[in-house]
């Protein structure tokens, strides 16, 4: 059974910083994509970062692109998003994913919800402005 725990929201006034982590188990982490997406309220999820398996690759949405970065400690199975210079638009809850069919490609980093099977709990992040 896969399984995602993500942890490390908070509150914090804007201009600071986070560190989110998803810790996995139950599957191949090590030859896995894994993703960040973000829901704020009465909105739809959305996309925020994904990596590679081999983190070779990610990609960002261009509303964090320089301000946020994903990695992964394969040996932890466990990915990151670090976030800085947050933003109050930045509040919303946060998930990780993982299960992509194609999660073993290199280089292959999924921006859709759809493309992921499985999912956190997710972790309240509140920025104040």
């Known amino acids: 059974q896969v399984q995602l725990v993500e942890s490390g929201g908070g509150l914090v006034q804007a201009g600071g910083s986070l560190r989110l982590s998803c810790a996995a188990s139950g599957h191949t982490f090590s030859r896995s994509a894994m993703g960040w997406f973000r829901q704020a309220p009465g909105l739809e999820r959305e996309f925020v970062a994904s990596v590679d398996w081999s983190a070779s690759a990610s990609a960002y949405a261009d509303s964090v692109r320089g301000r946020f970065t994903i990695s992964r400690d394969n040996a932890k199975t466990t990915v990151y998003l670090q976030m800085n210079s947050l933003k109050a638009e930045d509040t919303a809850v946060y998930y990780c994913?993982?299960?992509?069919?194609?999660?073993?490609?290199?280089?292959?980093?999924?921006?859709?919800?759809?493309?992921?099977?499985?999912w956190g709990q997710g972790t309240q992040v509140t920025v104040s402005s």
């Open positions: 994913a993982t299960g992509s069919q194609r999660g073993s490609t290199l280089y292959y980093t999924p921006k859709l919800s759809s493309e992921y099977v499985y």
